[in-house]
């Protein structure tokens, strides 16, 4: 049951509540009534009297409550639609893993490119000395 589910159900059973005399206030009309003051319904003693049930709720509201309280002891599982909480967090969660990875691997790249770049400098001042020294050896033959 969706808590919107519940709220509705739980709706129901109190308008049917509010709608239930419990015939809790009587009185005695004449010699053999039993009157409720609240809804007015009478009962004859030579017809068996006001039912003794008639201080609880029916059946059907009781079942229903009871229904509803053991939906509310139960945490919601929606299995009809997605999750869009726990999807959305989840989301999350992933893109700020990859965002992490990506960072990581940016810096990686501007550590490779520095290094690169001096091994380039080297490779610059390796060649000018090799340069020289032919130079050098051209003069010398
Ligand atoms: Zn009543």
């Known amino acids: ?23 809790e ?13 609240d809804c007015g319904m009478k009962w004859a003693d030579d017809e068996g009297g006001k039912p003794k049930n008639t201080g609880s709720y029916p059946k059907e509201i009781e079942d229903a ?9 139960q945490p919601f ?3 009809t ?5 726990i999807s959305l967090s989840y989301l999350q969660a992933q ?7 990506l960072a990581k691997v ?7 490119c ?7 400098e080297s490779a610059e001042e390796a060649t000018s000395c090799i340069n020289d020294a032919i130079d050098r050896l051209s003069e010398m033959v």
């Open 81 to 85: 639609v997605p999750n869009k909480k």
């Open 65 to 73: 409550r009871t229904l509803l309280h053991s939906q509310r002891e």
């Open 95 to 101: 893109l700020k893993k990859k965002h992490d990875e």
């Open 25 to 37: 206030d009587t009185y005695r009309g004449g010699a053999i009534w039993e009157i409720c003051s």
């Open 106 to 112: 940016r810096d990686d790249i501007r550590v490779l």
């Open 1 to 23: 049951m969706t808590p919107d589910e519940n709220k509705i159900f739980d709706a129901l059973i109190r308008y049917a509540e509010k709608r239930t005399c419990l015939h």
């Open 77 to 79: 599982v929606d299995n």
């Open 114 to 120: 520095c290094e690169a770049e001096s091994y380039l």
